[in-house]
């Protein structure tokens, strides 16, 4: 099998912000350009480098139908076309695939997946019928929305959740339990000043204006997370009545951007920042589960990535999860026989936010880092998606310095 390669280093993110935060003047593709341009001008990294490109974004933008291409030009690569791919929260592990296989096929030798979305300030979409009752057409928020309703299962993200937390019996108190030690592991990324999310993040981060023309504001981090506390959490109700999702138990919607370089062994050893550090991406997984139970959806997902890699979860060394509810890492640790209280550290979309394309891709990335921090091995990232569905993916590292 072709060993696939991502040069360390060669990868990057924005901070995520907030909805209706310091990024939601900025149309998205556009804005991850400009991140691009500026990180790989900070990585000594030359856009002709790439012969082929990947584009996860969810929320449409103005004149978005042109997608990769558009994006690739504005970077300064007008040689490299591809595809732009929406598969909802599983965009960032899914553009990775995508330019995993195109390396393995022969087809390219150095791809860039990049994610991409905002979901502030939505579109808001018509969408006309002229045999319809004196013509008016039907019409939708694409963010709210779809949020609140899958049109398949016929109820909301919410709801499939507090559907796992039945069927399994997972409590207000246990979520509560799980949500503090998830805000713990990102103050370890906040530590030293940041040192953790400036191995891969540009802080302070210049936050430009509409026309990209000058700068407007500053972010030191991601923008827009409260603190969390027992003694607050305690004092919140259920969102639906009767539940046991609180607001404390669920991730938030966010703008932001991400991209990873994806290679051969060979190129990544010529692009990495250190090129003593290996990272091979070795198989990824798919997943669909019962209609409304979005929440399992990772368990056979990474089942079959860690199959595809022969590996077990005794061999992992790291686990990342997109979790849009914490019911999601209960699940997924009393499915596998592993401490939840182990998962996610330096930080996870619960805490950091959700802006969609781009959430899996950032978590990938710092599991990367965290694998080398530890000096190397197997991580496994899991992330549910609209549907009822998931990916996961299995990444190595090997440190020989």
């Not at 791919?85 to 087809?107: K, P, T």
């Not at 030690?181 to 981060?205: I, T």
């Not at 997984?285 to 079959?304: F, I, L, N």
């Amino acid at each position: 099998m072709t060993e696939i390669a991502i040069p360390y280093g060669a990868y990057w993110s924005s901070p995520f912000a907030k909805w209706q935060g310091k990024l939601a003047h900025l149309h998205s593709l556009k804005f991850a350009a400009e991140v691009g341009k500026r990180s790989l001008r900070a990585r000594n990294l030359s856009p002709e480098i790439f012969d082929f490109g990947v584009l996860g974004m969810t929320v449409p933008q103005k004149n978005s139908f042109y997608g990769l291409p558009w994006l690739m030009g504005e970077m300064g690569a007008e040689h490299v076309g591809g595809p732009t791919v929406n598969q909802a929260c599983a965009s960032g592990a899914r553009i990775l695939d995508l330019a995993a296989s195109e390396i393995a096929a022969g087809r390219s030798q150095v791809a860039l997946a990049v994610a991409t979305d905002r979901t502030s300030n939505g579109p808001h979409m018509y969408y006309p019928a002229p045999n319809g009752p004196g013509g008016t057409g039907e019409h939708e928020d694409w963010v709210l929305d779809n949020f609140s309703h899958d049109p398949f299962a016929g109820l909301g993200m919410l709801q499939t959740a507090e559907n796992v937390a039945k069927r399994h019996n997972v409590s207000t108190s246990e979520q509560h339990e799980v949500v503090l030690r998830r805000y713990q592991q990102y103050g370890d990324a906040l530590a030293n000043d940041s040192a953790f999310l400036k191995r891969f993040m540009e802080l302070p981060f210049a936050v430009p204006d509409a026309r990209f023309a000058k700068t407007i504001g500053e972010m030191t981090g991601d923008e827009g997370i409260q603190a969390a506390s027992a003694e607050r959490m305690a004092g919140l109700k259920p969102v639906v009545a009767g539940g046991t999702v609180t607001f404390a138990g669920q991730t938030h919607p966010a703008d932001g951007t991400a991209a990873a370089v994806v290679t051969t062994p060979d190129r990544a050893r010529e692009l990495s920042a250190d090129p003593k550090i290996k990272i091979l991406i070795r198989s990824f997984g798919q997943s669909r589960v019962d209609k409304g139970y979005m929440p399992e959806a990772p368990v056979p997902a990474a089942r079959t990535a860690l199959a595809n890699a022969g590996l077990t979860i005794a061999d992992i060394t790291a686990i990342k999860s997109h979790n849009p509810f914490i019911v999601n890492d209960i699940v997924f640790a009393r499915s596998f026989g592993i401490d939840v209280m182990t998962m996610n550290n330096y930080g996870c979309s619960l805490v950091w936010g959700h802006p969609q394309g781009p959430t899996g891709l950032r978590a990938i990335i710092e599991l990367i880092e965290e694998l080398v921090s530890r000096g190397g091995g197997h991580g496994l990232f899991q992330g549910c998606a609209a549907g009822d569905s998931a990916m996961a993916a299995v990444i190595s590292v090997e440190d020989a310095r």
